[in-house]
């Protein structure tokens, strides 16, 4: 009798320390180290893009469309509050004809009340050679009306995984009619 009161709290025991490991292994399951290799990632290298940002605002196919505002925002001087989505085509020379390398799809907000600035939240979505299908994502400061506009890069995909980097945006041109803007894009971006 003896004996089996003994082997039952052993058994019991042993069930015990079985689920506590278990919890254990179970807490820890969702996070592990890795070694960069693992990911094929090995040097950093540094990348400079140079293309032009078409900010089609009128004419037949805009691509840069106002969303929303406030009620204020047409007595604005800066527009304050304006909300703007973009699909905007990127080209190789400042020709809206010439290479398409990719397009800028996001959102900008007019931000400041005092001096035109928006707040660009976008993805420069590549479609052109090695960097077909690879995008990096801008976030960041535009006042658009000084001459050099720096906004960092704050991530990719694709072969940009790992990205970090800074756009430098000057506009090429505007046209006070349409409204149409192209930007120049200089982006330095570390990347594997
Ligand atoms: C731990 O994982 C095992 C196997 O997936 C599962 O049977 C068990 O219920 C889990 N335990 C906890 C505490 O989540
Ligand atoms: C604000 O201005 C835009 C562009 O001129 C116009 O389309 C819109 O109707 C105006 N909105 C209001 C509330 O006046
Ligand atoms: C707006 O900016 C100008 C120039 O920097 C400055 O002189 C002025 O005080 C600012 N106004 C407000 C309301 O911040
Ligand atoms: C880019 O990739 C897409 C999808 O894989 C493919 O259809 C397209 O032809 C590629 N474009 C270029 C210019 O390589």
New binding site residues.
């Given amino acids: 009798m003896a004996k089996f009161t003994f082997t039952l709290i052993l058994n019991i025991f042993i069930v015990c320390m079985l689920s506590l490991a278990a919890a254990k292994s179970n807490s820890s399951s969702f996070s592990r180290n890795l070694s960069p290799e693992t990911l094929g990632l090995k040097k950093e290298k540094l990348t400079h893009l140079h293309f032009y940002f078409h900010d089609l605002v009128g004419g037949q196919h805009p691509t840069s469309v106002?969303v929303a505002?406030a009620?204020t925002?047409?007595s604005s001087s800066t527009l304050f509050c304006l909300v703007t989505v973009i699909d905007n085509p990127l080209t190789a020379t400042p020709e809206l004809s010439s290479k398409l390398v990719g397009r800028a799809q996001g959102i900008y907000a007019s931000a400041s009340q005092n001096g035109t600035a928006l707040l660009m939240v976008f993805d420069l979505v590549f479609t052109e050679g090695k960097f077909n299908g690879s995008s990096l994502s801008v976030l960041g400061r535009n006042s658009v009306f000084s001459s050099v506009r720096e906004m960092p890069i704050v991530g990719g995909t694709g072969v940009f995984r790992f990205a970090r980097g800074h756009a430098e945006a000057r506009t090429h041109s505007f046209d006070f009619v349409t409204l149409n803007a192209v930007v120049g894009y200089d982006v330095y971006v570390l990347h594997y």
Wanted: positive net charge; hydrophobic residues 0%.
């Fill in positions: 106002r505002q009620p925002t047409n």
